[in-house]
């Protein structure tokens, strides 16, 4: 059998296992613009050894005042004229009643549920309490596939005979609770995705065990949008054939063999007969970096953020050992106006090739120059490997080798001193 854990409000139950008070009370984790990366003062960044698939290597230290931690989100999220900014990223079932959503802006969370209790987030800690959480699952299971920050498959054929699966996850939930103070639900099926689609029926804190012979009654009435990989393109045209459940999807295997093998094994994990393993390293597909912040129009001080947003992005690269050959850069104006690229060159990745590419596309993507912007994104994905061989251009083959020896030595100072001690020129202005 393989198992779908799920933490419960993660976020939320993280906060209270270092907050106690806040257990039965109506509590929302937010977060607004990021106020650190772009600073001139010194920030704290920390470097994660453990980094997966589905996290960043780095992120900032907080100071909060533990002792008055209600009114934290005060300082962070309302500005000088008293306006609340930010967005709720994660809620407990207390606040959940008052229909708070993720993604409902905090001041309308504050009006829906006066009483209510806000935080701000702290990343760094969710990303060490689930590494630590990781580490010991993989005492009582050989075979852990972390999914996501609050989320894990595993594998428990050759380990638990099938007809103690009932029991032996209802231990674990048991232990987690104990040792962590986490509520986690877990389903166990043959395959991994009915076991994530269970989860959420579940919840919280629940335990259940799917039979082979219960998978066809157990997923015929979902919703087609809740199966996790049908994406737009296919959610829309199932819909327009008049297909709403995935009993409807199940008939229909035609339409999903039309998009070739992706379709054929989405209908398959449909079907429960996917037979996907559990996976303990996943490979990384693509890394990003992206900020909101309050809209800005003065041109230069959106030069010197871009700047430092490649900074990071190469540094993260570059201690990861990614190669990308496909670069991307997105921006958003106010008025809902957006404006993208992506780009593939086949060039030896090093952060000076980054750093002048990222301010090339924000010249040629920077169509509406007298609107404020208040959005960046950049990403790289398409890396070198051995599936995945490329050729470089030769004209500046030499010149990217030679800067990617500089690159790498800067990421040792970086590592040692931390990723501000050695800036741009640029970076110092504005």
Not at 146 to 164: H, M, T
Not at 197 to 208: E, N, Q, S
Not at 402 to 419: A, F, S
Request: with cysteine.
């Amino acid at each position: 059998m393989k198992l779908h854990m799920d933490l419960d409000c993660y976020f939320v139950s993280a906060e209270r296992t270092r907050y106690p008070f806040l257990k039965n009370r109506p509590v929302v984790v937010a977060k607004g613009s990021d106020k650190k990366i772009f600073a001139h003062t010194k920030k704290e960044g920390v470097i994660l050894a453990q980094s997966g698939a589905f996290n960043s290597v780095l992120e900032f230290t907080n100071h909060y005042d533990t002792n008055n931690i209600s009114n934290a989100w005060k300082d962070e999220f309302i500005d000088s004229d008293g306006v609340i900014h930010g967005i709720v990223i994660a809620k407990s079932y207390e606040a959940k009643k008052y229909k708070i959503k993720i993604g409902t802006p905090l001041r309308d969370a504050l009006v829906m549920c006066p009483e209510l209790i806000v935080l701000p987030s702290d990343h760094l800690f969710y990303q060490m309490l689930s590494f630590k959480l990781k580490s010991y699952l993989e005492t009582k299971i050989p075979l852990i596939e972390q999914y996501s920050i609050d989320e894990f498959f595993a594998d428990l054929r050759g380990w638990v005979k099938k007809e103690d699966t009932l029991s032996f996850i209802q231990s674990l939930q048991a232990q987690i609770l104990e040792k962590f103070g986490l509520p986690i639900s877990i389903v166990a099926s043959k395959s991994k995705w009915i076991a994530k689609l269970a989860t959420d029926t579940i919840k919280p804190y629940g335990c259940k065990v799917i039979e082979d012979e219960e998978i066809e009654a157990f997923t015929n009435p979902i919703a087609i949008e809740d199966f996790p990989g049908i994406g737009r393109a296919i959610y829309k045209r199932l819909k327009s054939y008049g297909i709403d459940t995935l009993k409807d999807a199940k008939r229909v295997p035609s339409i999903f063999a039309s998009y070739g093998k992706t379709g054929k094994e989405l209908y398959a994990k449909i079907k429960g007969e996917d037979n996907e393993p559990v996976k303990p390293t996943c490979k990384r597909k693509g890394i990003g970096i992206s900020r909101n912040f309050p809209a800005i129009e003065e041109r230069s001080e959106l030069r010197r953020r871009v700047m430092i947003l490649s900074r990071y992005l190469s540094f993260t690269i570059a201690r990861l050992g990614l190669r990308p050959t496909t670069f991307y850069m997105k921006i958003r104006y106010q008025y809902g106006i957006k404006s993208a690229k992506s780009l593939t060159i086949d060039r030896l990745f090093n952060e000076d090739f980054f750093a002048k590419l990222t301010q090339e596309l924000f010249s040629e993507l920077d169509i509406h120059r007298n609107y404020k912007i208040h959005f960046l994104a950049l990403s790289a994905t398409n890396f070198i490997d051995k599936s995945n061989p490329k050729s470089y251009d030769i004209i500046d083959f030499k010149k990217d080798t030679k800067n990617e020896k500089l690159m790498q030595g800067l990421t040792k100072i970086r590592n040692k001193y931390g990723v501000d001690m050695v800036l741009y020129g640029r970076e110092m202005v504005g």
